[in-house]
């Protein structure tokens, strides 16, 4: 990381932050302390010995503040824009002689995560940029990120969406590895926006985008910044870093989401079960990672393809948001181990150990984020959840049908998935009762 030169946008006006003051963004407390000085240190405890910060609005308040935000050892510069250049137009101001990788935060976004991950990530890639994305609660207002399954970026979809577009909900979150030759493909006469203008029509350059469950939020409204606030005396912002073991809870689809109709195909096929969105959203609410794990042997079927189960799980993930709740991360198996069907995959069609009852797809989501298993839980409907949990050292609620179980199984059973959240988060610690 010691290659790496830090970039902090911090330019914006805060037009949007009316009733606050005059305050710059970057400088409104977050848990008592400066958000640029929460992102200096980051930067610095992350290795990067350079930082540049890119002003414009308050700049002279923030160059008066920054000796006593800089953390020791830490070089810190500030480069203020000739006139309002946008979030991208900036860094073709201050970044233009520079010969280095940046790491590049928005000045009005609280996070914690790793940034080293992101690094590693961007250079395992031939990546001349790379964006951090994340799902939210409200995707269809959203700019959304469309990814190939190597997180490449196929697509920016820009709001409003036309309709029957079915993408993932995945909208960038204020975090950026750029590489020197995207900036030199940025104009310095007017402004630019990074993502609407620079990373969009840089596609063809090679643009990923680097998903992670981590807290990242934009404050940059007085409801938002109320809400990162809250977060953060919560103790939900420094809890969701990726080395911390997290409160997760691992939701099957059919039967459990949404009705059980057979082998689902084709998006038209999913409807959720009433009261399935309020349970995601009240796991949301309560900082709880929601991870789907799915056996979906259509693919090994030859029933639909990789892009066609995407476009269902756009489906499932579009159903959600409409009542604001969002899945964090989705592992799938695509295998199943008996041959014979028409139109099968050959290559699909075999034993592996992420098909239920086998944990790999708890590894699998466990690979992204560490969980803590005092604090995390299954929800399914079949024998073949119940078997997981038991083999990862999980309980397991079971909602629904129970499929498979024997009536004198001690596993407690809910009538669906609502009422089996609303019982584990009742038993969770802190939980009031």
């Not at 002279?60 to 309002?84: I, K, M, N, Y």
Request: hydrophobic share 40%; with cysteine; glycine share 10%.
């Amino acid at each position: 990381m010691k290659d790496l030169l830090g970039v902090i946008v911090a330019g914006g006006a805060g037009t949007r932050m009316a009733g606050l003051g005059d305050t710059p963004k970057a400088l409104l407390p977050i848990g008592g302390r400066p958000l640029l000085q929460r992102q200096l240190e980051a930067m610095a405890d992350a290795g990067i010995p350079e930082v540049l910060i890119a002003t414009g609005h308050g700049a002279q308040r923030l160059e008066a503040e920054l000796p006593t935000l800089t953390p020791p050892g830490l070089g810190v510069r500030l480069s203020r824009d000739p006139f309002p250049a946008g979030s991208g137009g900036c860094l073709a101001h201050a970044c233009a002689e520079v010969d280095r990788t940046l790491l590049v935060l928005f000045g009005d976004v609280v996070m914690h995560m790793d940034l080293g991950a992101l690094v590693a990530f961007h250079r395992s890639r031939p990546a001349q940029a790379t964006a951090v994305v994340h799902p939210n609660d409200h995707p269809y207002d959203s700019d959304l990120v469309q990814l190939d399954p190597r997180g490449r970026v196929l697509a920016l979809h820009r709001k409003p969406h036309p309709d029957g577009l079915r993408v993932r909900n995945l909208v960038t979150a204020g975090a950026f590895v750029l590489e020197p030759g995207i900036i030199a493909t940025i104009p310095t006469d007017r402004p630019q926006d990074l993502v609407h203008d620079i990373l969009h029509g840089a596609l063809d350059l090679g643009v990923y985008g680097y998903t992670t469950s981590e807290y990242l939020k934009d404050m940059g409204t007085p409801r938002r910044y109320a809400q990162v606030e809250q977060d953060w005396q919560s103790g939900r912002v420094q809890g969701s870093h990726r080395s911390q073991p997290r409160a997760t809870a691992f939701l099957d689809r059919d039967g459990t989401l949404n009705e059980h109709v057979g082998l689902v195909y084709a998006p038209a096929q999913l409807r959720l079960i009433p009261g399935a969105a309020p349970a995601v959203r009240l796991l949301n609410q309560a900082g709880v990672r929601v991870v789907l794990t799915t056996n979906q042997p259509v693919l090994a079927r030859g029933l639909c393809d990789a892009t066609e189960l995407e476009g269902i799980h756009a489906q499932l993930e579009r159903l959600l948001a409409a009542e604001g709740a969002y899945l964090d991360e989705i592992q799938a198996c695509p295998h199943h181990p008996d041959g014979g069907f028409e139109g099968e995959v050959p290559s699909l069609k075999i034993p592996c150990t992420c098909r239920k009852p086998g944990v790999g797809l708890i590894h699998a989501a466990e690979a992204t984020q560490a969980f803590d298993p005092q604090d995390s839980a299954v929800f399914g409907d079949t024998w073949r959840d119940l078997e997981m949990a038991r083999t990862a050292g999980l309980p397991c609620h079971v909602v629904g049908a129970a499929q498979g179980i024997d009536p004198d199984d001690p596993a407690p059973r809910h009538r669906d998935l609502l009422h089996g959240v609303r019982a584990w988060l009742a038993t969770r610690p802190g939980a009031q009762t």
